[in-house]
């Protein structure tokens, strides 16, 4: 007869101790007593030298530099930005070239990555060595390299504005850029977009119905013409009803540049081309290891259930690969968003170019300016971390379950 | 004959059948692995049209329509030479001593090519695994070319040693010379000898530390001699000259070497169990990875000076240096990490049960089983070391692309076909550097995982 | 391991051979030193550039050369730093150099904020622009819609911003971090005009392929006064860098030359006496020799004869004297009397 063990004594003082000297005693207390005593007197040092070299350079400190007048033009802002405007609107107009560059980018990566990866493991033996070199040659050689490689290449290729190559008459493709009809939004532009959204709601609602009659009761339901009806036909009668929602500004040539559409600068387009190949070219080798790792049965498996390759790689290899590839692909993702920073090169207006370079040496506040560059890179790299990470979470969910 | 059907006998021979699809040999291969379906035969062809379109090119421009020899850019105009030119190597041999040298004084140059020599010599041993005496060649390599590099490099001398500087730290009045280097250096030896000894647990134990250290002084006392640094050293070339390859090589063989006792201190902090270390190296190392490069080499350029005392300067490839040492330090430091943990916890405890230390198990036992184990991963953090090297362009220090983009602004050479020659000569070297390094990195990883693959 | 802890010991080897370098009595110092050490640019022609085998040569540089010679008597002791727009300004106020002439405007903010001091004009200068002669424009105010290529980090970014608002011209601005960036782009055809101080347009100009095809177009859109730059604190340097400059361009309006200097010191004119140091200890007052003009005469020659062989008629770039004639002769170098 006996008794359930007890359980063991609090005793809190005793587990704090042990827990703050990590199990090595006065003498780890000590140890960090002592590291912490040295950091704190680096980091004062530190603080106190950097106030007095501020002061006898006759710096400004704090961050009221931020209201000052900026009095230079930056040649891409997604928001409305003038020379009148403050020091902030800059931060955040190059912030947001900085996420734009990212998103394409890393969009793009992902793509070609992923068909860089199929390909290399293709049966076919000369996309697959052809893969292989892509992958080897563009890794093997600097991002910076590359970049200014695409830019010189980009530029040097194309015409000046008054010999553009046009495209349909409406778009043009010169040294300048690729401007293309802007499109201003019209009376029948609210309706036409709740069109477009309903039309696609009502797919997803018919898709999953459609799903769970099959999963149910093993009928299958041709939805594919109903969905296809509604996203034209919705959004038509929206256009008959109240009216075209958009308008085109299409650009023409006056004097030296095209007036009038949007225009995508060579810097963005250079600048999206290397990081995308070059980023490719590592997403390809992670997505390929992980293609890899997934057990040669379950091609086999999906072989004799009839499938065909795409499908098998679709619907049993990829799936099971995702969870591997993961980890590294969010590095990755991370690599693309720091590199570019390397816009600076090119003259790209992005965060680090247009806050840090020409911000920092219209002011002269090194200290404020780059904490600031700094903090918003770790946040960046944070929210996509972070990101990722929850995506890896559901992964996991939906594969247990 | 018995009129049973089941036996059938032939009497003339059957017609010959066609032979059977060839699998095997050139066509057997065309047929499996390129024409075997329609889409493959279309991505074949698409295959082979990309790459006529991409090779075709690229090797009329580098050697048929290529321009061999000329004084300056006359030579390369396609109006000249009667035939639409390739590349212009003649532009690269007028700046090739730039772009490999920059601007070292041409007499002093037998100096770099010293150091690069000692520097091959030290590095190739290391890579042949099955040549001996790893510890004293990576000792060599790692801790004592570096600062003999230093020295016949940028040159200068010493003007004392340990108990000199000290007397500077704390402000004492030392007025250097000859005698009193000698001095001091005898003095610094003999103390640290001493503390060797009696670190290393008195005399018995400790003897063999003892040695060991000085002879590492005498070595050290051959190198004074042998260089006159406490001469005041050969001639001073200031880092401003420094350029091209030097550079490269220069920042990313420092990058890497001082990377590597970061990176091993900063693991073993982010593995320790002692709170406030480990939550200083999570921090330090989630900053610097968390940062781009070229904003470490900005903090580093802009900021270090602001953080020392007025009177003191770095020069200002120093400060490139010490952020690119700490910025790959965080990097290899995770590297390291996932080695650590790789080893199993039965190593640590079979040494606790032999009752050696803490610093004697990582030392003796884990630290060298983790790093033979990351070998691989850390030579693939090396390339990305070389080629990040590239960055330093951007805070104004001359490296091989910053000085062929000053060559591009050259006037006596500058011709349409330019740029693409320079940066076809720049990218071959590189991509031949990062190649051969990938290539050792998987043949160690072979090597590694032989045990594996029977 | 073993070797892990002498690493320790030898790391301040490092820290041991930088040179601590002092902010007050910079001539004590340079002399000390026995080099002068001189902040210019990374490849201005005409103004500071080195050929292939890194000599170095130009207006700026010929003023560091000047200095060096009054203060140590020799005018090739002297170590060029060829410093980015960016960082040449710290680089003066850390120490590093000793006097910055890296053809620098002279700007109110400059001269306070930044704990610099602004000593004389070298250059007088203005902003301007440059185009390709086949675009048919003659005025600066023809160019709205225009791409123009600036380099960051320079007055030259917002004067442009200042000029085309004002001016009521849309424009698109393509800015680089260095000035060779800017021209390459420029003559890729990214950009139609490139904007930056005249003395740099026509110097840039050398670097195209066809510099003829380009030209700068009349209008100064901004007041450019290049001069050099001593850190603030250090009186006696202040005035020795302010009146080295001033002694050469009454050097030019007395006409003493590289050739004649030797004849000049014979000479009985009481104010070419008081220039040459063989009336009065002028040269004691600044903390010199009393030769000191000889010495700058005899290793440069005067402010026209820099002007020409670096700048001018006797260079590549041609520009015309302008603005930087003598007061007495149409321009507006005029240097205060030295007596």
Redesign the interface.
Same mark, same amino acid.
């Given at each position: 007869m006996a008794t359930a063990p007890r359980r063991p004594p609090f005793r809190p003082l005793t587990r704090l101790w042990r827990?703050? $000297?990590?199990?090595?005693g006065w003498k780890?207390i000590a140890?960090?007593l002592v590291? /912490?005593g040295l950091?704190a007197w680096l980091v004062s040092d530190?603080v106190i +030298?950097?106030r007095? +070299?501020?002061q /006898?350079?006759?710096?400004?400190s704090g961050f009221g530099f931020l209201a000052g007048t900026a009095?230079? =033009?930056? +040649?891409q802002a997604l928001i409305r930005y003038s020379?009148a405007d403050t020091y902030l609107r800059v931060f955040e107009v190059g912030l947001l070239n900085t996420l734009l560059v990212s998103i394409i980018g890393i969009v793009f990566a992902t793509l070609i990555g992923f068909a860089v990866a199929l390909g290399r493991l =293709?049966?076919?033996?000369?996309?697959a060595r052809?893969s292989g070199g892509y992958v080897?040659?563009i !890794?093997? &050689?600097?991002?910076? #390299?590359q970049l200014?490689?695409w830019y &010189?290449a980009v530029?040097?290729a194309l015409p000046?504005p008054r010999q553009s190559l046009s495209v349909f008459g409406v778009a043009f493709l010169n040294? !300048?850029g690729f401007v293309v009809p802007h499109m201003e939004p019209q009376q029948g532009a609210g309706v036409f977009v709740v069109a477009i959204l309903a039309a696609i709601a009502a797919s997803l609602v018919m898709m999953a119905y459609a799903r769970r009659r099959l999963y149910r009761h093993g009928e299958r339901l041709r939805v594919w013409p109903f969905a296809l009806a509604l996203l034209i036909g919705l959004p038509l009668l929206g256009i008959v009803l109240f009216g075209v929602p958009v308008s085109f500004d299409v650009p023409v040539l !006056?004097?030296?540049?095209f007036?009038g559409g949007t225009r995508v600068t060579?810097e963005l387009v250079a600048l999206t081309i290397a990081l995308s190949t070059y980023t490719a070219a590592f997403i390809a080798e992670i997505v390929r290891g992980g293609l890899l790792a997934v057990p040669k049965g379950q091609m086999e498996a999906g072989a004799s259930l009839g499938l065909s390759r795409p499908a098998i790689l679709r619907l049993v290899i990829i799936p099971q690969a995702m969870r591997l590839i993961l980890p590294p692909l969010t590095n990755q993702y &991370?690599n693309l968003t720091?590199?570019s920073?390397?816009a600076? /090169?090119?003259?790209y207006?992005d965060l #680090?170019?247009v806050f /840090?370079? *020409?911000t920092?040496?219209?002011t002269?506040q090194?200290?404020e300016i780059?904490a600031m *560059?700094?903090a918003v890179?770790?946040a960046i $790299? &944070?929210v996509t971390s972070a990101l990722m990470n929850a995506y890896g979470w559901h992964l996991d969910r939906s594969q247990r379950a | 004959m018995s009129g049973d059907d089941t036996i059938f006998v032939r009497e003339t021979l059957a017609p010959a059948r066609k032979a059977p699809v060839v699998t095997t040999g050139i066509i057997g291969f065309l047929r499996t692995r390129l024409f075997n379906s329609p889409l493959n035969i279309v991505l074949t062809f698409a295959s082979a049209a990309l790459l006529w379109i991409v090779l075709e090119p690229t090797i009329r421009f580098l050697f048929v329509d290529a321009v061999w020899k000329g004084a300056d850019r006359t030579a390369c105009l396609a109006d000249q030479a009667g035939h639409p030119v390739g590349a212009c190597w003649p532009f690269i041999q007028a700046k090739f001593t730039q772009l490999t040298y920059g601007f070292y004084p041409e007499d002093q140059r037998w100096r770099a090519n010293l150091t690069f020599a000692l520097a091959a010599l030290l590095l190739a041993p290391l890579l042949v695994p099955k040549i001996p005496g790893k510890t004293l060649n990576a000792g060599l390599f790692f801790i004592a070319f570096p600062f003999l590099a230093f020295f016949l490099l940028r040159g200068g001398g010493l003007d004392g040693f340990a108990f000199y500087w000290l007397a500077e730290l704390f402000g004492v009045a030392w007025t250097p010379s000859l005698t009193r280097f000698w001095l001091d250096f005898s003095l610094t030896t003999t103390v640290v000898t001493a503390a060797a000894v009696w670190l290393w647990g008195g005399w018995l134990n400790g003897r063999r530390a003892g040695i060991v250290t000085a002879l590492t002084f005498a070595g050290i006392a051959l190198v004074i001699e042998a260089l006159q640094l406490d001469r005041g050293g050969l001639p001073v070339v200031d880092t401003r000259q420094w350029g091209g390859l030097l550079v490269t090589l220069v920042v990313s063989i420092t990058g890497i070497v001082a990377s590597m006792p970061v990176g091993i201190a900063l693991a073993l902090g982010r593995t320790s169990r002692i709170p406030l270390l480990r939550i200083f190296s999570i921090a330090f190392i989630e900053f610097w990875r968390g940062v781009p490069l070229i904003t470490v080499l900005f903090f580093a350029t802009y900021m270090l000076p602001l953080f020392l005392p007025g009177d003191f300067t770095i020069d200002a490839l120093v400060r490139v240096l010490v952020g690119i040492a700490l910025f790959a330090g965080a990097y290899n430091a995770e590297v390291i990490r996932g080695g650590l943990l790789a080893i199993p916890r039965g190593q640590r405890e079979a040494a606790n049960a032999l009752g050696l230390s803490y610093w004697k198990t990582t030392g003796l036992i884990v630290l060298p089983q983790a790093l033979r184990h990351v070998i691989p991963a850390l030579v693939n953090s090396f390339i990305a070391l070389f080629k990040d090297t590239t960055l330093v362009l951007i805070v104004a220090i001359f490296d091989l692309l910053g000085q062929l983009r000053a060559a591009f602004a050259d006037p006596t050479w500058a011709t349409p076909t330019t740029l693409f020659t320079g940066f076809a000569f720049t990218g071959i070297i590189y991509w031949v550097g990062c190649f051969a390094m990938s290539r050792y990195s998987l043949f160690v990883e072979r090597r590694l995982n032989a045990h594996r693959n029977t | 391991m073993k070797y892990g802890w002498l690493g320790i010991v030898m790391t301040s080897v490092f820290l041991g051979s930088l040179a601590p370098a002092n902010a007050q009595a910079t001539l004590k110092a340079v002399q000390e030193r026995g080099v002068l050490s001189c902040g210019v640019s990374q490849g201005l022609p005409g103004f500071s550039a080195p050929d292939d085998t890194g000599k170095w040569s130009g207006l700026d540089v010929d003023f560091c050369r000047a200095l060096a010679a009054v203060t140590l008597n020799d005018p090739l002791k002297v170590k060029f730093v060829p410093l980015s727009a960016k960082d040449r300004f710290t680089a003066l106020q850390s120490g590093e150099i000793d006097v910055l002439s890296r053809n620098t405007t002279w700007s109110l903010s400059r001269d306070t904020s930044l704990g610099l001091n602004f000593t004389a004009v070298m250059y007088y200068d203005g902003q301007g622009f440059m185009v390709r002669k086949s675009l048919k424009v003659n005025s600066a105010l023809e160019l709205n819609g225009a791409s123009v290529c600036v380099q960051t980090g320079t007055t030259n970014e917002q004067n442009l911003a200042d000029y085309f608002r004002s001016n009521n011209m849309k424009y698109e601005v393509v800015a680089f971090a260095t000035a060779d960036e800017t021209i390459k782009a420029y003559e890729s055809g990214r950009c139609d005009v490139f904007t930056s101080d005249v003395s740099q347009l026509y110097a840039e100009r050398l670097k195209l392929t066809v510099p003829d095809d380009h030209a700068v177009l009349p209008e100064i859109i901004s007041k450019e006064p290049l001069g050099p730059v001593v850190r603030h604190g250090d009186d006696q340097w202040f005035d020795i860098v302010k009146w080295t400059l001033f002694a050469m361009v009454n050097a030019e309006e007395l006409n003493v030359t590289q050739k004649n200097v030797g004849e000049m010191l014979k000479s009985n004119k009481p104010e070419i006496a008081r220039l040459l140091g063989t009336d009065g200890n002028l040269g004691q007052q600044l903390g010199l020799t009393n030769d000191w003009v000889v010495r700058i005469v005899k290793a440069v020659g005067n402010y026209g004869e820099s002007f020409d062989r670096n700048v001018g008629a006797g260079s590549k770039l041609r520009i015309s004297r302008g603005l930087n004639k003598l007061w007495n002769q149409g321009g507006i170098q005029y240097a205060p009397p030295i007596r």
């Open positions: 827990v703050l $000297s990590g199990d090595t780890g140890g960090q590291f /912490a950091l530190i +030298n950097a007095a +070299n501020l /006898a350079q006759h710096i400004a009095g230079f =033009s930056v +040649n020379e =293709s049966p076919n033996w000369l996309l052809l080897e040659i !890794r093997n &050689l600097p991002l910076l #390299f200014l490689f &010189l530029l040097a000046n040294n !300048r !006056r004097g030296f540049n007036t060579p &991370l720091k590199n920073s390397l600076v /090169a090119i003259g207006p #680090f170019s /840090a370079g *020409t920092l040496s219209q002269g090194a200290v780059i *560059t700094m890179y770790l $790299s &944070l | - | -």
